[in-house]
Structure formats: structure tokens, C-alpha cells
């Protein structure tokens, strides 16, 4: 894989990211999926390797780590990855599923905002994995979910491990 200084755990695969490949259940093997905040790809890469008849959503703010997905979907051999700006997702498209380190560094309200666009975008009876550290909000974040999120969503720990909570959101 190609990485870069300036993205997210440019070295490795980091540790939040390994808990949740580890501790969520088989991709869809059809439909959309998405990786929000993407980064260089490890999570956009798996589930397109996964499922190779799915397309994955591959969404970043950050236009380096975009190209760099891109690289190694290449390298991979890999043409359903759609590595893109969250603006360019087409407002139609609904998920099967959704898989995210995300971004909690961006504060509570950037952070809000991006589950409250996304998270409705799943289609009905699927689930949205999430990984967050527990010493950065994973609890209260799981609140806030349960508190934000219309009725038709539930949310729930999956996994602990390593000092990460993974979320599991479902739609019904």
C-alpha cells in the first residue's frame, strides 16, 4: 500500500481500524458501502476486496488521501472503489452498509453533523460500523447516537478491545 505523511496513520493499518476489521461481521457482497473518512484506503480497500461486487464509497475531505486510495485500489486491481469527495456522492445513492474510523478529532459538532448526513443514508434493516477510543468519547458518542438518531435506528457495542468501543448502528 501506498501511504503518505499528512494522512491519518501514514505507517500502518492503526489500531482502531484493526479492532474494527476484526470484530465486524462479512460485507454485503452487493449494493454501495461506504467508508466514511477514508483516509488512504485500508477500510475502502478491504471491503472492495470483500466484496467485489459492491461498489465502495470511498469518502474524504482531504484530496491527498483520495489519490492515495485511488493508487492502491489500482495496485490492488481493484475497479469498484469510487474515491471521492462527500460532495460528489450522488444524493440518491443509499448504503447496504457503512464502516468508518471516523474522524472524531474534528470536534463534537463537524463529527454531529457528518453522522447526521450519512448515517440516514442506510438502507433499511443494515448497519453502519463505527470504531472510536474510548478516551476519545466512544461512550458519550453512543449516546448522543442514541439520543440524535429518529426511532427506526438503534445503536449498540459490538466489540471492546484495545481501548475501542466498536458501534454498531442498525436501521430497521
Known sequence: MTTAGGIFSPDRVDVGTQ???A?????PPGGNLLDL????GPISLSLALESPHATVWAVDVNDRALDLVR???HDLGLSNVNAVR??????????MGIRSNPPIRVGKDELHNMLLQWLPRLDPDTDAWLVVQKNLGSDSLHRWMEGALPSHFSVTR?????????????RR
Open 19 to 21: 479492532v474494527l476489521l
Open 71 to 73: 493508487r492502491n485500489a
Open 37 to 40: 473518512g477514508c483516509g488512504w
Open 86 to 95: 462527500p460532495e460528489d456522492v450522488p444524493a440518491d445513492i443509499t448504503f
Open 158 to 170: 459490538a466489540a471492546t478491545n484495545k481501548g475501542y468501543r466498536v458501534l454498531r448502528v442498525r
Open 23 to 27: 470484530n465486524t461481521p462479512p460485507a
